[in-house]
């Protein structure tokens, strides 16, 4: 007797993932559901689009419903699934024309993550989030001459058409506040900042990028400020004020005149669908997830943005939703469905970010403090070295902080910041975690060396020599 098919809800970076291994692996059927019309695209993207250095917004696609139709993965867009039935092994699906029921003999969600906007007003005219394609759209079109959008910008895509004619005909901002300092926070001030806006970024903690630690924050802030950007740190939003588009923002009893402005405290999990079913849950609610994909019901997976993982260093449940974990952990799901047992891999928060010219990496456990909390006795240090052979044209300084565990040596994590390929030395540091290598041996490793590229000793090398002679001190 035929098997229901492999029921996967999402159709971006995880969900197809899974299905196109799923399809390689077997002629077994899988069906995805996505309840919009945009499959497969690059979130990350998205600012450089706004900014102009990706011309077209269909360039942010990965994969054409063509595409995943050569696969022999049956996509349905505008299929929304509204809840699941795991006793039954069902998900109910809400269409244009009414709902169905659909069995699956397995099931994985990957849902993503949405913005998180509370407690802001997001209806007001001049105010985004950066989350999808069609709010991208919509930001370029609002940063347009009123009556002058190139349409041409994006591509041939099933783009909202209302929305983007709404915002083309608004007039453009001259001062925009950028709510939140974090990853899309410090992208979009650079993407705002080179389409002529006067951009104020406020974060609410004492320093932009949180994540990536003291060092790097400060230096990122003062590169925002050389590039005209204002930056109020330690300054808390409380609300965006207007009547129909945007007038200002409060913020610590004071109030500043902005006519666009950009929300960026975060994501949340896209976990509702299993509302009601018991599954269990894990950091900022993500779904639990072992390390094989699975929940807590039976035959039910998830992965992306809306599961847990196993944090690299710790070994304790966390949630990081970034795109090499959703396209890896979706991707092993698939192989599993289709019988091939593979572990999702544990995750690190590895990730990278760029302001203006300032690259900045980070991995692991960036500062002190959470090493204490998680439990080891932390040994850091931050130093300064030239990203290049100093007779050799094109370098610059490199920060560099790495952590270790005094008792076990253990390299721990780190940040990076820089102008000269900074951030992809954090995968240096990517490496060690991955590998349980000591500071010992990290400083020991045989990285390469030639002027245009490195100094004899790589600043990775120069903060594991220095911290590692502070292990028994």
């Not at 005149?257 to 999990?269: F, N, Q």
């Not at 047992?341 to 544990?346: A, C, E, K, L, S």
Request: glycine share 14%.
């Amino acid at each position: 007797m035929a098997r229901d098919p492999f029921v996967v809800v999402g159709g971006d970076a995880a969900g197809l993932s899974a299905a196109s291994k799923f399809r390689r692996e077997t002629d077994r059927d899988v069906v995805v559901f996505e309840r919009g019309r945009w499959i497969s695209y690059a979130h990350c993207g998205e600012p450089y689009f706004v900014e102009g250095s990706v011309e077209r917004l269909t360039d942010l696609l990965s994969l054409s419903p063509a595409d995943v139709a050569e696969r022999g993965i049956d996509l349905r867009r505008e299929h929304e699934v509204v809840s699941v039935a795991p006793g039954d092994r069902t998900v109910t699906v809400r269409t244009h024309d009414g709902t169905v029921e659909q069995p699956y003999s397995e099931l994985l969600v990957a849902t993503g993550a949405s913005a998180t906007t509370d407690p802001f007003d997001t209806t007001l005219d001049g105010v985004f989030t950066i989350h999808g394609l069609d709010s991208a759209a919509a930001v370029d079109a609002f940063l347009t001459p009123a009556g002058e959008y190139d349409r041409g910008r994006l591509g041939d895509g099933p783009v909202d058409e209302a929305r983007v004619d709404h915002n083309a005909a608004l007039d453009p901002p001259e001062r925009a506040a950028i709510v939140g300092g974090g990853y899309v926070g410090v992208e979009m001030t650079e993407a705002l900042t080179a389409r002529g806006v006067d951009v104020h970024l406020f974060q609410r903690s004492e320093h932009v990028l949180p994540p990536f630690g003291t060092s790097v924050g400060e230096r990122v802030e003062s590169h925002l400020a050389d590039r005209g950007v204002t930056v109020h740190t330690g300054r808390s939003v409380e609300g965006l004020i207007g009547d129909g588009r945007i007038e200002a923002v409060a913020y610590d009893g004071d109030r500043l005149a902005v006519d666009m402005a950009v929300v960026g405290i975060g994501v949340e999990p896209n976990a509702a669908i299993l509302d009601g079913t018991g599954v269990d849950r894990g950091p900022g609610g993500a779904v639990h997830t072992d390390g094989y994909g699975r929940t807590s019901l039976p035959a039910v997976y998830a992965a992306g943005d809306v599961a847990t993982a196993r944090h690299a260093v710790t070994g304790e449940e966390t949630w990081v939703p970034l795109g090499l974990t959703a396209n890896r952990t979706g991707r092993a799901v698939g192989a599993t469905v289709a019988g091939d047992p593979t572990p999702v891999g544990d995750v690190a928060g590895t990730a990278v970010v760029k302001a203006f010219d300032m690259e900045c990496g980070r991995v692991g456990l960036t500062d002190e403090a959470a090493a204490r909390a998680a439990g080891f006795d932390p040994v850091s240090a931050t130093i300064t070295a030239g990203s290049r052979s100093g007779y050799y044209p094109g370098g610059d300084e490199t920060t560099v902080t790495l952590l270790a565990d005094r008792t076990s040596g253990r390299v721990l994590g780190g940040a990076i910041a820089g102008r000269d390929r900074a951030a992809v030395r954090i995968d240096t540091l990517a490496t060690a975690i991955g590998g349980d290598l000591t500071v010992g041996k990290l400083e020991r490793q045989d990285l390469a060396y030639a002027p245009p590229f490195s100094p004899v000793w790589d600043p990775v090398l120069v903060a594991a020599k220095v911290v590692n002679g502070r292990l028994d001190g």
